[in-house]
C-alpha cells in the first residue's frame, strides 16, 4: 500500500516535493517508482530508486526531478524543481514495475 502527499498548485518554474509512504517491507525488495497520470492520458513513469543502484528518470523530467528515499525505506520522495504546465497531473507511487493496489495519488497543478 501506498500513501502520497504533497501536491498542490504551482507557478511555472516552481517546485514542490512529493513525498510517498510505503506500508510493509516492499521498499526492502523492490524497486519503487514515480508514475504520473495527467487528464485524458495514460499514466506514465517518471522515475525509479532501487535498493541500491542509480536512479532512473523519464526525459521529460531529468534534470529537474529528483526520487529518494529515507534509510527505512519506508518514504520516498520526488523533489519536482522547475516545474512545468505539462507535469501537471496526479502522482503516484508503486513498485517499478507496478504490480502493487494504486493509491489515491497526489495531485500536482502548474500553471503558466
Known amino acids: 500500500q501506498f500513501v502520497e502527499s504533497g501536491g498542490g498548485l504551482v507557478q511555472a518554474g516552481g517546485s514542490l516535493r512529493l513525498a510517498c509512504v510505503a506500508s510493509?517491507?516492499?521498499?526492502?525488495?523492490?524497486?519503487v517508482g514515480w508514475y504520473r497520470q495527467a487528464p485524458q492520458k495514460q499514466r506514465e513513469w517518471v522515475a525509479t530508486i532501487p535498493n541500491s543502484g542509480k536512479t532512473n528518470y523519464a526525459d521529460a523530467v531529468k534534470g529537474r526531478f529528483t526520487i529518494s528515499k529515507d534509510n527505512a525505506k519506508t518514504t520516498y520522495y520526488l523533489q519536482m524543481n522547475g516545474l512545468r504546465p505539462e507535469d501537471t497531473a496526479i502522482y503516484y507511487c508503486?513498485?517499478?514495475?507496478?504490480?502493487?493496489?494504486w493509491g489515491q495519488g497526489t495531485p500536482v497543478t502548474v500553471s503558466s
Open positions: 510493509g517491507s516492499v521498499g526492502e525488495i523492490y524497486p
Open positions: 508503486n513498485t517499478d514495475p507496478p504490480f502493487r493496489p
